[in-house]
């Protein structure tokens, strides 16, 4: 049981990538979004950075994450969910963006000059701060900084008991916006903290998120029982329950015991998704978990792409939203608008190696060779490990006629499924027949069950129109998720207009996509 659930899950990585989630999907690539200590980040060439003009905003604020001392071991976990208050906080404010914590975070423990730091991430100001938390009394240092010259515009010193903890982050958050010369925020009928005020129910909520960063299965389950917590103190806490059904849909994808156990999570992700919708259907991260449930769990594509577009109309600048409609518009088809989702994407997390991977594949099925390979190798650049942004750099390589490159690149594919479905396609473009068959019946041979539309994809590049529609209807009947993708994978996509091809896209909900 356990290597069938492994082997699903390595299956599952694509999908979790695109979907490029910091906390409850997007943890199939690990490290890949985990600072570094002390060290620079690396900046690739041509990234996408402030050009959030076009939306009216003229102050971009990366709250970098705040160290925290004291005994207490959720002591770092409670500093970044205030890192992470503030994120959401500060983007509500008119003329304001905020940028991604995958992104922001990055800079822990960094002695990066604040210049440097604003210029990499396109940040306009920085929110730097120290929580110190002991005996029920919380000791905060806060400061906002001007990122172009490092020069202090704002600071303050506060001490509270934690029963204050809610009032004290209103008040940070109303300072700030007085330092920025910004409006009021127009507020939601919640936000991330629990309607009764309960600081308890809040600390699970932020346990929980602590926890749905680690990439196993005793922390996934862990961070359920945390956001669970969380609700059995607050059962109006809409935050909590969008999270949970998050957390949910993120231990069938990755972590399933068995297929009880699947479904049982699967109904208790509905009902928490429901609940965060009827308690606070204007917050967006209610409107993510509901979407993430459909696409996920229902299969109702279109009802997913209403439901990210509606989370988008809360929060018009959140990368993480962004990314998600990428991956729903590629389903669409819609590639041109998932191309300019990333791209939106990347200009409040502009150090998201998951997010550059998206665009550089979506590069790859547009055929525009050269662009794939740039923004490939800027994702491997930050996260050398990403799995299969190698495989797919191979792919742009060889298609360029660099097919000896191209299978040195395939073999430094971390995971061996995608490293076999990478080096099957390289070695028959570089004409080793054999060494391409060998490859694709250890596809066969492993993976006929969770990789039916990757071995598709390779007889796809032979030309084999009947093993390919073969393999595309084992996919059907098997239930994998990247047929969602088979608009834009190499090769299968050619196939757009055969009756076969179409009869597959609609039977997903993905002939049409709903109008905006």
């Given at each position: 049981m356990q290597a069938e659930v492994s082997k699903a899950r390595q299956t599952r990585v694509h999908r979790n990538l695109l979907l490029a989630l910091p906390v409850a999907l997007l943890l199939a690539c690990g490290a890949c979004s985990r600072a570094p200590s002390a060290t620079p980040v690396a900046t690739p060439t041509a990234r996408v950075t402030a050009a959030v003009a076009d939306q009216e905003i003229s102050r971009v604020v990366a709250v970098l994450p705040m160290p925290a001392t004291g005994n207490d071991p959720d002591a770092q976990a409670f500093a970044d969910g205030m890192a992470d208050h503030f994120t959401r906080a500060l983007a509500?404010?008119?003329?304001?963006?905020?940028?991604?914590?995958?992104?922001?975070?990055?800079?822990?423990?960094?002695?990066?000059?604040?210049?440097?730091?604003?210029?990499?991430?396109?940040?306009?100001?920085?929110?730097?701060?120290?929580?110190?938390?002991?005996?029920?009394?919380?000791?905060?240092?806060?400061?906002?900084?001007?990122?172009?010259?490092?020069?202090?515009l704002w600071s303050q010193h506060y001490q509270r008991v934690d029963g204050e903890l809610f009032g004290l982050q209103d008040e940070i958050v109303?300072?700030?916006?007085?330092?920025?010369?910004?409006?009021?925020?127009?507020?939601?009928?919640?936000?991330?903290?629990?309607?009764?005020?309960n600081t308890e129910a809040y600390a699970a909520v932020l346990r929980g998120d602590a926890l749905a960063t680690q990439a196993d299965i005793f922390?996934?389950?862990?961070?359920?029982?945390?956001?669970?917590?969380?609700?059995?103190?607050?059962?109006?806490?809409?935050?909590a329950h969008a999270r949970l059904a998050q957390a949910r849909v993120r231990q069938i994808t990755q972590f399933p015991l068995d297929e009880t156990d699947a479904g049982n999570q699967a109904e208790m992700a509905r009902r928490d998704a429901a609940a965060?919708?009827?308690?606070?259907?204007?917050?967006?991260?209610?409107?993510?978990?509901?979407?993430?449930?459909?696409?996920?769990?229902?299969?109702?594509?279109?009802?997913?792409?209403?439901?990210?577009?509606?989370?988008?109309?809360?929060?018009?600048?959140?990368?993480?939203?962004?990314?998600?409609?990428?991956?729903?518009?590629?389903?669409?088809?819609?590639?041109?608008?998932?191309?300019?989702?990333?791209?939106?994407?990347?200009?409040?997390?502009?150090?998201?190696?998951?997010?550059?991977?998206s665009l550089g594949s979506v590069y790859l099925s547009q055929a525009d060779y050269p662009q794939a390979e740039h923004t490939l190798k800027e994702a491997l650049e930050l996260a050398p490990g990403l799995p299969l942004a190698q495989a797919f750099l191979a792919m742009a390589v060889f298609q360029q006629n660099r097919t000896s490159e191209a299978i040195t690149i395939a073999k430094r594919e971390p995971v061996p499924l995608w490293r076999s479905y990478a080096?099957?396609?390289?070695?028959?473009?570089?004409?080793?027949?054999?060494?391409?068959?060998?490859?694709?019946?250890?596809?066969?041979?492993?993976?006929?069950?969770?990789?039916?539309?990757?071995?598709?994809?390779?007889?796809?590049?032979?030309?084999?129109?009947?093993?390919?529609?073969?393999?595309?209807?084992?996919?059907?009947?098997?239930?994998?998720?990247?047929?969602?993708?088979?608009?834009?994978?190499?090769?299968?996509?050619?196939?757009?207009?055969?009756?076969?091809?179409?009869?597959?896209?609609?039977?997903?909900?993905?002939?049409?996509?709903p109008s905006k």
């Open positions: 509500l404010l008119p003329g304001v963006a905020t940028i991604s914590r995958e992104s922001a975070f990055r800079y822990r423990n960094s002695s990066e000059l604040n210049s440097v730091i604003g210029e990499t991430l396109g940040a306009t100001h920085l929110l730097r701060g120290r929580v110190q938390r002991q005996a029920g009394v919380l000791r905060l240092d806060v400061e906002l900084i001007l990122a172009d010259d490092g020069s202090s109303a300072a700030l916006a007085k330092a920025m010369n910004t409006g009021d925020a127009a507020k939601p009928t919640q936000d991330d903290r629990p309607p009764n005020g922390s996934a389950r862990q961070a359920v029982d945390a956001y669970q917590r969380a609700v059995d103190l607050d059962p109006n806490y809409a935050y965060a919708l009827r308690l606070a259907d204007d917050l967006a991260e209610a409107q993510l978990a509901n979407a993430v449930w459909l696409a996920t769990v229902a299969h109702d594509q279109a009802g997913a792409l209403d439901a990210t577009r509606r989370a988008l109309a809360r929060q018009p600048q959140n990368a993480q939203l962004l990314s998600m409609l990428a991956l729903r518009q590629i389903g669409f088809g819609q590639l041109d608008q998932a191309v300019d989702s990333l791209r939106g994407a990347l200009k409040t997390n502009p150090l998201s190696a998951p997010t550059l991977y080096l099957a396609m390289a070695y028959w473009a570089n004409g080793d027949r054999s060494q391409s068959d060998e490859e694709l019946q250890v596809l066969i041979r492993q993976h006929a069950k969770d990789a039916a539309t990757q071995i598709a994809g390779v007889y796809a590049q032979r030309d084999d129109e009947a093993q390919m529609f073969h393999w595309l209807e084992a996919a059907r009947q098997s239930g994998d998720p990247g047929l969602a993708e088979i608009r834009y994978m190499p090769y299968i996509s050619r196939y757009a207009n055969d009756p076969r091809f179409v009869a597959l896209v609609k039977v997903q909900g993905l002939a049409t996509a």
